[in-house]
């Protein structure tokens, strides 16, 4: 549970590399891994970006956006975490689908690359569809490029591709062709559901790789469970990929926001220590 590497890839994203041998031999794209930093932390879920499992390696790239995540990111090169459980969640079913759109967002794109690398493996035709709100918070474009056959990008300003949201250039993609096998995006749970409204309409399979908030991942909290087709499910054991076309979205969007005044108090108690520091 050593960090090997620290890397910051844009501003408040950071790039881990962790020495755990018994996880990066059995972690397939999808899946993730639950950390602390500390004893008394929270415990967080963040996918699994690289395995390098020779080395006994694996890669995770996380955003500064709460407590946990702002603690985790003063973590240096040669500490360790306090506790890491994983390989977690289903694998992404990964096969031939023809031709296949890739839809990443924010640090979304990082869980993407993974599936990606698979999805190409397997024989797909890839186009991939990356978004942000700047250029500097489109990551991992290079290595996504580098497994795509075609590469658009969009951001909110204009800094970088197209100006405008990932839904555009999904949009042409849909109304150009209809061989699509399928889409595939992760990214914020409103894009998410924008891309499974278009789909929906256009009836091509649409895989969804949620982000709820979890505890134990392992099923036995209820603290990720999102309604699909009518019945509850639970994101860490049950997914954390889902039919896009049956997921509550509305209901997922409202679980998300529950914690944030006790979030607030958190970021607050942490701005003091390091203001006391």
């Known amino acids: 549970m050593k960090i090997i590497v620290k890397e910051s890839i844009a501003k408040d994203l950071t790039k881990f590399v962790i020495q755990s041998p018994l996880i ?13 930093v500390n004893e008394a932390g929270e415990r967080i879920p963040l996918t699994i970006v690289d395995v390098d499992k020779e080395k006994g390696l694996i890669t995770i790239i996380f955003q500064e956006v709460g407590y946990t995540t702002k603690l985790l990111g003063k973590l240096a090169v040669g500490d360790s975490l306090y506790s890491l459980v994983g390989p977690l969640g289903k694998p992404t079913e990964i096969k ?9 967002g924010g640090v979304g794109i990082a869980e993407l690359l993974p599936v990606v690398k698979a999805f190409k493996k397997a024989g797909c035709e890839i186009s991939s569809i990356l978004g942000g709100r700047t250029e500097k918070l489109v990551i991992l474009r290079d290595q996504v490029k580098e497994f795509s056959d075609q590469l658009y990008i969009t951001t909110d300003d204009g800094s970088l591709g197209e100006k405008g949201l990932v839904i555009d250039p999904l949009k ?7 061989d699509w096998g399928l889409v595939f ?7 998410m559901k924008a891309v499974s409204d278009l789909t929906r309409g256009y009836k091509i399979e649409t895989i969804v790789c949620l982000n709820a908030i979890m505890i134990d991942g392992t099923g036995m909290c209820g603290g990720c469970r999102v309604t699909v087709n009518n019945k509850t499910k639970f994101t860490c054991v049950d997914g954390p990929d889902f039919d896009g076309h049956k997921v509550d979205f509305n209901e997922l969007m409202t679980r998300q926001k529950r914690f944030l005044q006790h979030e607030d108090k958190s970021m607050c108690k942490l701005n003091k220590q390091i203001n006391n520091e």
């Open 172 to 178: 042409r993609l849909l109304s150009e062709s209809s």
């Open 24 to 36: 990066a031999k059995k972690a397939l794209p999808g899946q993730f891994v639950v950390l602390m």
């Open 185 to 191: 995006c992760v990214g914020p749970v409103v894009m």
């Open 96 to 104: 031939n689908y023809g031709k296949v759109i890739v839809v990443g």
